[in-house]
Structures are given as C-alpha cells and as structure tokens.
C-alpha cells in the first residue's frame, strides 16, 4: 500500500514539475488527446503536438523579448516621473498577464485548464439550450487563450485562496459563461446586419456590439451611411497590421524616448545604445523591436491557435451540429464598405489621443499606450455596426467614444489589476468596461461575489428571450430548421 | 496541386475560418491545394508566389499583383461555402 502511494506520489510530482510546469508541453499532449479522440491519424496527433509545443516556445521567445525591451523604458518612466505605462493590446496584455501568473508561481498551464473547461461549459450550456436559452459556440481560439489568460490573472489577483485547481475550474465556469451569454448577445445585431448570414461574433467586443446596436438608432439615421463618404487613399496603409503597429509604436515610444532624455537612455542601456549610435537611430531600432516581438509573439499565438481551432471545430461538430458559430468579429467586415471599417480605426484613434491627453493632463499616475488591435478591430466594428442601425453620425459619435473609453477603462484595469508592472492590458473594450466591473465585484465580495457574477451573466440570456419579438424563430436557424 | 493563401486583418481569426472553409469546398470539387493563412500585411509581401489569396471583400484593395498567375478572390461572407464555391468555379480553379 505504501509503494502504490509513493509511485502515485512521485508520478504526480513528475507531472506537476515536467508538464503542468511546462505549459509547451502541456497544450502539446491536449492537442495530441485532442486529435485521437477525433480519430486522426497517429502521425497527424504527433505533428500537432509538436506544432502546439513549437508555437508555444515561440511565443515564449517573443514575449521574453518584449519584456527585456520595455524593462529599461518602465523602468525611466517610473523613476524620472512616477508615471506608470501600459500599452492596451491583447498581445501586450496576454504577456503582462502570463508574467503576472508566473510572478505569483503558478503556471500558464492552469490556464489552459480553465480554457478546456470554459470551453466544454460553453457546450453543455448550449446543449442544455431549452433552458439556458443559449445558442452560440464561441470558436476564435487565439481569443479564447488570450481571455482565459487574462481572467485567470483576474481571479488569482482578486481571490488567492483560488489560487490552485478548483481555482482553475472557477475560471473555467466564469470565461465560459461569458464566451456563451455575450456571443449568444450578438445573434440578433449580427443576423441583422448580414441578413442571416448564419454567424454570431465571439470575440473581444460583445457587449460592446449589442450596446452598439442599441445606441446607435438614437444617434443617427442609418440612410446617412458611411458609405457615401470618400475617405483619403493613404488611409488604407493601415489595413497592413506591420505598418500599423510599426507607426503606433514609432509615434508612442519616440516620444517617450525623447521626454527620457539621451543621456538617461545612454546611462541605462549601455549595450543596445553605444557612442557610436545616433539617439534617433536608437530611437527608431528601440521602438521598432516591439513591432518585432509582437509579431514574433503573434506568430507562435497563430501556429498553436490553428491546432486548437481545428481541434475545437471538430469536437463541436461532433457534439453539437447546427450550432451557431461564434467567430472573428472581421466576419462582419464583409457585410459594410471597406471605408466603414477605416472611419471607424480613424474615429477610435482621434478618441484614444484626446483621453491619452486627458489622462496626461490631470496627471493621472497611469499613461496609456495605443495597440493596434483594439483600436483598429473594437472600433471598426462599432463602425460597421453603428452605421447599420445609425449610419455615418452614429458610427462617428460611437467610435470616438469607444476609444476615449478604451484609454479610460484601460488605464484603470491595467492600475487596478496591477498589471501596469508588466507593461500591458487586454485593452478590448469589453475588458475595458465590462470585466473591470467583475473584477471589482470579485475584489470586494470574493468568491460568493464570483457565483454572483455566474449567476447574473446566466440571467441575461433569459431576458433576451422574454423580450424576443418572435419566439418561434429563436432557435430557428438560417435555414429554416428547428435547433 | 494549387497554392492558396487565406488573409485577413491580423493573420489570427477570420484568415483560419476561411482556410477551413476553403479546404472543405476544395475537397467537394477535388482541388488538390496547399492552404497558409497569416495577415494582410504579410500576405502583401507573399502574393505573387501564390495562385490564389482569399480575404475579405473589403480588403482586397490592398493587392496589386501584376502577374498572370495570382487571382484575388474577395469574399463577402466568410462562412459562406456557397459563396467560395461560386466564386472557385468562376475563377476556373482546379
């Protein structure tokens, strides 16, 4: 009896030191189970896990660089002027909440529990759709990861007794029950929008879609459309996610370069910034190494994402057929002018600027970065959605106030949840208003205060059915069949 | 066997629903293809050493390829088989 409890004992502290520790080689063995339990072939389960592994180590890499880049710069900004920096990315706020996570000694491994529960809670809400009234899967795995790492900061920060496996099933239940209430908030806007194009957003701005499409007729005339309005040719250079980043990075860590000074830079960083260097040589090979990273970041995100995904997509079609998809909320880019969608990244930016000043002015101990994403995606989505149901005026007076709300929220979130210290926050508006309020919630209340926020989020789908015009075709699909 | 490149904003979302949904329509025909995903902006850079770039119809103003090889196939719903079908078939690739 002692024997089997040693092995079982050593067993699991091989695991817990060489796996759960090992978070490559974690997603790697659940990508592998994953594609088994699909029925693939062996050699495609092997080439999954190493390309899990592989993305993984290289996100790592880049999140690593990222974090020695900006050390030096926190650091001044901090020292000089007490100022704390945030930049409202989710790339940059998924490294400033891994490093959070492993600063604390729990590893990222945790998350991906939560991910797998969050995401098998979402199947059996819409399995038990009679009752939940819930018909959406979310589906956009690379947003998946990047929430369920984010609220797994969330509840280790505000609840450390959670800090262990229940913890990891609670923030399971939690990113879950949001995947499917606030995809599910989507179906209506979006069918209205697409003309039923049989698709619901699962993404970082649901909510923020659904008070969009609320707004938005009080704002406007959606016959005023966007579309009539020539928007400048160079605009379009921002459609390239390299160029936008590389810009916004110039513009924001120039200036913050040229306020530290040269001789401070050149006192601190004494490798990247010899006699030989020119300060805007520094400058521009200082700020574009963060573009470098990200992408480097990105690109590790996007190779394991695409084993998740496929694995994902082929479980849900499994259990649950005729499911409405959650995805990528650029699938509604498509149903607007390509001018809606870079009026709305224009309108966010102007916003952004104008609170980043607001901020600058009454000297709040935060200052804000402008990301690419939330502030090209969040915003051109508002567009695409303020113009349908309130045309150009609404899509002009929602996304200016959606980016000035980005900054504020942001910057409190990221103050809040102390993640100022890594340099990062989400930054998606949805994270920007609706989780710092959780976050407050469970900060106060703990975990009765989390069952709360369950148990509220479970409420909304109820109400949204109550008050359906046509109950009839609530679970009625696109093409005509009953769900 | 045809290579096919899926773009979008960031590389990450909507370019992998596309390859998936691309890969499905491919197979009910019998194209034989190589599918990669990634963002506009590499996709930019990477055009011309493809047959075909799928993406949103609002971005395909972004591609200026001047060869007689690459099509630049817009789409207007991504998860619309029907629509890719259509517009495979109209572009007559095999």
């Given at each position: 009896m002692d024997d089997l409890f040693t092995i079982v004992n050593t067993a699991s502290t091989l695991f817990a030191n060489n796996i759960l520790a090992k978070p490559e080689f974690f997603i790697g063995i659940l990508v592998f189970i994953g594609y088994m339990l699909l029925g693939k072939p062996i050699y495609e389960a092997f080439g999954g896990f190493i390309k899990a592994a592989v993305g993984m180590m290289i996100w790592n890499v880049g999140s690593g660089g990222l974090v020695t880049t900006f050390r030096p710069i926190l650091a001044g900004l901090n020292e000089r002027f007490h100022l704390n920096a945030a930049v409202i990315d989710p790339y940059f706020g998924l490294n400033a909440a891994g490093e959070a996570i492993k600063m604390i000694g729990m590893s990222l491994s945790w998350t991906m529990i939560s991910l797998m529960v969050g995401f098998s809670w979402n199947i059996i809400l819409v399995l038990l759709r009679r009752y939940t009234k819930l018909r959406t899967l979310f589906l956009t795995g690379h947003i998946m990861i990047q929430q369920a790492t984010t609220c797994t900061w969330i509840i280790f920060f505000a609840?450390?007794?959670?800090?262990n496996f229940t913890g990891a099933l609670w923030i399971g239940l939690l990113v879950g029950t949001y995947w499917a209430v606030f995809s599910n908030l989507t179906v209506e806007p979006t069918e209205e929008l697409t003309e039923n194009a049989g698709f619901a957003i699962g993404h970082q701005q649901m909510f923020w879609v659904w008070v969009t499409s609320k707004l938005a007729p009080k704002l406007?005339?959606?016959?005023?459309?966007?579309?009539n309005i020539k928007m400048p040719?160079?605009?379009?250079?921002?459609?390239d996610n390299v160029i936008a980043t590389g810009t916004l990075m110039l513009l924001f860590f120039g200036i913050i370069m040229t306020i530290l000074g040269e001789p401070y830079l050149r006192g601190i960083d004494k490798a990247g910034f010899p006699?030989?260097?020119?300060f805007p040589t520094y400058i521009l090979g200082k700020s574009l190494s963060f573009a470098v990273y990200l992408f480097i970041l990105i690109s590790g995100v996007r190779m394991f994402v695409s084993e998740l995904t496929e694995s994902f997509r082929g479980i849900s079609e499994k259990l649950l057929p005729g499911a409405l998809p959650a995805v990528d909320?650029?699938?509604?880019?498509?149903?607007?002018?390509?001018n809606t969608v870079l009026f709305g990244f224009i309108f966010g930016c102007i916003g952004q600027f104008i609170a980043i000043a607001g901020l600058f002015i009454f000297q709040a101990p935060i200052m804000i970065i402008t990301g690419f994403v939330p502030v090209f995606f969040d915003n051109a989505t508002v567009a695409v959605f303020a113009n349908k149901f309130g045309g150009a005026r609404a899509a002009t007076i929602l996304a200016l106030g959606t980016g000035m709300l980005q900054v504020i929220g942001g910057g409190f979130a990221a103050w809040f949840f102390e993640l100022y210290k890594f340099g990062?926050?989400?930054?998606n508006i949805d994270w920007d208003t609706l989780w710092p309020v959780i976050g407050v919630l469970l900060k106060t209340f703990s975990t009765p205060g989390l069952i709360l926020v369950i148990v509220l989020m479970l409420m909304i789908p109820q109400l949204q059915y109550r008050r359906s015009h046509n109950k009839e075709n609530y679970f009625k699909l696109t093409d005509g069949s009953e769900f | 066997m045809i290579k096919v490149v899926a773009a979008c904003g960031?590389?990450?979302?909507s370019s992998q629903i596309i390859k998936m949904k691309i890969a499905k329509v491919f197979k009910k025909l019998g194209i034989e293809a190589t599918i990669d995903h990634m963002s506009v902006g590499e996709a930019k850079s990477?055009?011309?050493?493809?047959d075909v770039v799928f993406c949103g119809a609002s971005l395909v103003g972004n591609f200026t390829v001047k060869n007689n090889r690459t099509k630049i196939i817009g789409l207007v719903?991504?998860?619309?088989e029907a629509e890719i079908e259509e517009k495979v078939k109209e572009n007559g690739l095999k």
């Open positions: 609840i450390p007794e959670l800090r406007g005339n959606p016959e005023r459309s966007v579309e040719r160079w605009l379009t250079m921002f459609n006699a030989t260097l020119a909320c650029a699938a509604t880019y498509g149903f607007s002018s390509p990062g926050w989400h930054g | 960031n590389g990450m979302g990477a055009a011309s050493g493809y719903n991504l998860l619309s």
